[in-house]
């Protein structure tokens, strides 16, 4: 079955940075878009990013774009999100999801604090 | 595109008949879909490209709408529907949700 597992998440200083990891299992990875979301406590869904198959094409939001990078290592079935200059804005949990437009697969998210 | 949910928030009876709706501001043709999220969980996918019912999502779920006007209905509501429900165009990017709407049992 579909699993996809965050990780690195915790506590960083505001402009401090933070790698996010996610691993996927029982799919084919390198046939997938993946995404990043995110949820600041208590409030909505965010889209943050989107990585192509292949890796070649990202998208991002206009709130992270220039401070995070979102790749992919196909041959490790790994998803990453470089998360640099974080403010107190950018506490969230964070998600990696599987599609390129409707998404039906998600993982269970990872807690990013951002405090002094 | 902006995505704009209404009602914010609601109550209803077990059995009643839910409706939400959200507009974009823009045409999206039928790029939208909807999810449900409970509290600590993860969203999970209700309906997609407007209209079509996921897999494993119950027939009480329906989505209808297109261009700018769509419409999420649950035709009796369940205890377990007590959730919070986005929309979300995927017509371009940035990928935009509406504000959400969150549903509680009477």
């Known amino acids: 079955q579909v699993q996809l597992v965050e990780s690195g998440g915790g506590l960083v200083k505001p402009g401090g940075s933070l790698r996010l990891s996610c691993a996927a299992s029982?799919?084919?990875?390198?046939?997938?878009?993946m995404n990043w979301f995110r949820q600041a406590p208590g409030k909505g869904l965010e889209w943050l990013s989107m990585?192509?198959?292949?890796?070649?094409?990202?998208n991002y939001a206009d709130s992270v774009k220039g401070r995070f990078t979102i790749s992919r290592d196909n041959a490790k079935n790994f998803l990453y999100l470089q998360m640099n200059s974080l403010t107190v804005d950018d506490t969230a949990v964070y998600f990696c999801?599987?599609?390129?437009?409707?998404?039906?697969?998600w993982g269970q998210g990872t807690l990013v604090t951002v405090s002094s | 595109i902006q995505m704009t949910q209404s009602p914010s928030s609601m109550s209803a009876s077990v059995g009643d008949r839910v409706t939400i709706t959200c507009r974009a501001s823009?045409?999206?043709?039928?790029?939208l879909a909807w999810y449900q999220q409970k509290p600590g969980k993860a969203p999970n996918l209700l309906i997609y490209?407007?209209?079509s019912l996921q897999s494993g999502v119950p027939s009480r779920f329906s989505g209808s709408g297109s261009g700018t006007d769509f419409t999420l209905t649950i035709s009796s509501l369940q205890a377990e529907d007590s959730a919070t429900y986005y929309c979300?165009?995927?017509?371009?990017?940035?990928?935009?949700f509406g504000q959400g709407t969150k549903v509680e049992i009477k």
């Open positions: 490209s407007a209209s």
């Open positions: 990585i192509t198959d292949n890796g070649r094409t990202v």
């Open positions: 999801a599987r599609g390129e437009y409707s998404i039906a697969f």
């Open positions: 979300q165009q995927t017509r371009s990017f940035p990928r935009t």
């Open positions: 029982g799919f084919l990875f390198r046939d997938y878009y």
């Open positions: 823009q045409d999206i043709s039928d790029w």
